[in-house]
Structure formats: structure tokens, C-alpha cells
């Protein structure tokens, strides 16, 4: 099963980009982040008459994440269960041929010191509680998306630029590796080991073609899902697409028996 996460920057501006890529990596599924638009909105039919079956949790203009899967989704849930009507659409999650999947926006986190980089830290510690409280270490278990943070140094194009800065404070490091202490396995580490490669490339100052780039983009995989890992790589070819969006999907694949 081939199953990429993708933030695409407002889904119904990105729809056609979105299928040709479709038609080249043929994804089984496919979590999507930043749809930005309301349920009423979402391209259902569309994405159905391709095959699809979809999930999706949005609100206009911003947020919205979404599954798309060729097999059955289950068992859906959306946002944390102690979410209200107010709260940003960030999570989604559904059971996909024995797979739970968790696909997350994590907050920006906007300016440090804010209310909104507070949000963002206390969004991850309920990230962290939602799979201490809901998942099992040895079950298929699969946490993706766009999260906000690039992990380790390795993981930015040069650390003196980005030291300190949003998306690689210690602070956000840390809550971040707080998450993946549950248990998770980074799939593109996993197979790629020290390669440097980068999910998001700013708009401005020619960040694509100077590859100054950072990796937030993830698929992390509980130990048993893992050991079913057979690849994993990052598809930066849809970076160099007029209008594009600044992220790349990335995609893993497993054998599932």
C-alpha cells in the first residue's frame, strides 16, 4: 500500500495539479493539509469519479485536512475529542485496510512569544496524549502531515540560518520529539537514513531554485508498521509546477501481507 501525505495549499486551486501528480505515483492514499475550504466546498465528486473515497474536516480559508483512499475508510474522527465548533480542523483520522491513520496541520506557531506559538506547543502535548489514549505500539499505526517543525539539523538547509528560528527552536524541537518518543518511527530516516532532502521550499527569495529548503513534512510509523516499510521518499518534482504549492507530497510504501 502506497500512502503519501501532501499539504497542497488550498485543494480546489491545486485540484488538477493534484490529479496529474495523481496519475504518476498512483497513491493509494493520500492526507492532505491545508485544504482550505469548508465541507460544502470540498471537491467530493471530483476526487470520487477518481476513484477515491474521501474523509474531510475543514473551514474556509484556512486549516482543513482530508483522506482520500481507494479502499474503505473507517472509523473517522475528527479533530480531538475535546474540540469544540471554534477550533482550527487540524487532525483527521480513519482505520484504512487495517491502518490507523492520524493526519495532522500542526499550528504554525506564527512569531515566537505569541499566543498562537503557545497554541502550537499545547497542541502537541494533546497530539501526544491523543495516542498515549487511543493507539497500541503494536498495531498499524500511521501519524503524517505537515508539521510545523523541522526535526533535527539535518532537516534545514543551513542551521546558523534557522537557528532560533520558528520551525527550529529547541522549543518546538523538543514538544515535537516529545510526539515521536510515543514510539514512532520516521519512515524516510528509516530508508533514506542521512540523506538531506526538503518538503518546503519558501515562495520568496528563490528558495526552490537555491534548494534552501526545510523538511516538515512527515510519515511516522508505529514499530510494527515499520518493520512493513518498503520505501519512502519525497516527490519534489510538483515544486517546479507553475503555481505550485511550496510543499512537496511525500510517500511510503509497505507490504502489508
Request: overall charge negative; glycine content about 6%.
Amino acid at each position: 500500500m502506497k500512502i503519501a501525505t501532501w499539504n497542497v495549499n488550498s485543494i480546489n486551486v491545486r485540484l488538477p495539479q493534484m490529479f496529474d501528480w495523481v496519475e504518476r505515483a498512483a497513491p493509494d492514499v493520500i492526507c492532505l493539509q491545508e485544504t482550505k475550504c469548508v465541507d460544502e466546498n470540498f471537491p467530493r465528486q471530483q476526487i470520487e469519479d477518481a476513484g477515491y473515497q474521501t474523509a474531510f474536516f475543514g473551514q474556509k480559508s484556512y486549516n482543513g485536512v482530508a483522506i482520500l483512499s481507494k479502499f474503505p475508510i473507517t472509523d473517522v474522527q475528527k479533530g480531538f475529542t475535546d474540540d469544540d465548533d471554534e477550533s482550527p480542523k487540524r487532525l483527521i483520522a480513519a482505520t484504512v485496510n487495517g491502518v490507523r491513520i492520524v493526519n495532522t496541520y500542526i499550528p504554525n506557531g506564527t512569531e515566537l512569544g505569541t499566543d498562537k506559538f503557545t497554541f502550537k506547543l499545547a497542541w502537541l502535548q494533546k497530539l501526544r496524549r491523543f495516542f498515549d489514549e487511543s493507539c497500541r505500539l503494536d498495531n498499524n499505526v500511521l501519524l503524517c502531515g505537515d508539521f510545523n517543525v523541522a526535526m533535527d539539523e539535518i532537516d534545514v538547509w543551513s542551521v546558523p540560518a534557522w537557528e532560533g528560528k520558528l520551525h527550529f527552536t529547541k522549543t518546538e524541537r523538543a514538544a515535537m520529539h516529545y510526539v515521536k518518543q510515543w514510539g514512532f518511527v520516521d519512515a524516510f530516516r528509516q530508508i533514506n537514513g542521512d540523506k538531506q532532502e526538503f518538503s518546503w521550499w519558501n515562495y520568496r527569495e528563490g528558495a526552490w531554485q537555491r534548494n534552501r529548503g526545510l523538511r516538515i513534512d512527515y510519515i511516522w510509523t508505529s514499530p510494527f508498521l515499520a518493520e512493513k516499510c518498503t520505501g519512502c521518499v519525497i516527490d519534489s518534482s510538483t515544486r517546479s509546477l507553475e503555481k505550485p504549492s511550496d510543499h512537496a507530497p511525500v510517500i511510503a510504501e509497505f507490504d502489508l501481507g
